[in-house]
């Protein structure tokens, strides 16, 4: 009797395994689906204004990584994230994009609302910002580093930790290369061969 009980104690936690790979393997796979259009490499090159009225440019940002993210007032996903963003943008450059989400009047009222005014955003009132980034689900993230390339790219909801590592990574993994001889584009070709 000792023996079925350890047969089906050992069924039980190999289905149970089995589900949890079937699980991961459907998330990750949905996950690069929604990525598969995203652009990688140099960031795409784009200025535009901010709610304040003052001109951005995307290469203002070059010598320190930026947190690019796209978000919708209307995006019930988006409101999870906003924390997370709220917290990031305490330490780290975060520029982000309303998505299809109104004029500028609509945006800062939302803005008012959720209590994000902090956020540097472009209103992206026509989704053209967000067609050059291939951004179609939000919230959307990119990642990039100092030298203006997209390092980190990321549909969906994300944690503060997250983009915390994700960041450091970006200012901190390239400087690691280049002490040991390497550019970037010659580590991460050693990386994807080993």
């Known amino acids: 009797m000792s023996q079925v009980v350890v047969k089906k104690r050992k069924r039980s936690w190999m289905r149970l395994l089995l589900e949890i790979i079937i699980i991961l393997v459907i998330i990750f796979g949905l ?7 995203l652009p990688s490499g140099p960031a795409p090159s784009f200025q535009a204004v901010l709610i304040d009225g003052k001109l951005v440019n995307i ?3 070059r010598g320190e990584p930026l947190l690019l993210h796209f978000w919708a007032s209307w995006c019930k996903f988006c409101k999870l994230s906003e924390s997370s963003i709220t917290n990031i943008d305490k330490d780290w450059n975060v520029l982000s994009v309303a998505f299809q989400s109104g004029n500028k009047d609509e945006v800062s009222q939302h803005m008012k609302e959720r209590n994000i005014e902090s956020w540097a955003v472009v209103p992206d009132e026509d989704g053209r910002l967000a067609e050059l980034f291939g ?6 993230s990119y990642i990039i580093d100092s030298k203006g390339l997209i390092k980190v790219k990321e549909v969906g909801i994300t944690t503060t930790w997250g983009l915390r590592a994700r960041l450091w990574y970006a200012q901190n993994v390239d400087g ?3 002490t040991l001889g390497f550019s970037s584009a010659q580590a991460d070709d050693k990386i994807t061969t080993e």
């Open 31 to 37: 996950r690069m689906w929604f990525q598969r259009d």
């Open 59 to 61: 290469k203002d940002y």
């Open 135 to 140: 951004v179609k689900a939000v919230p959307a």
């Open 176 to 178: 690691f290369f280049e």
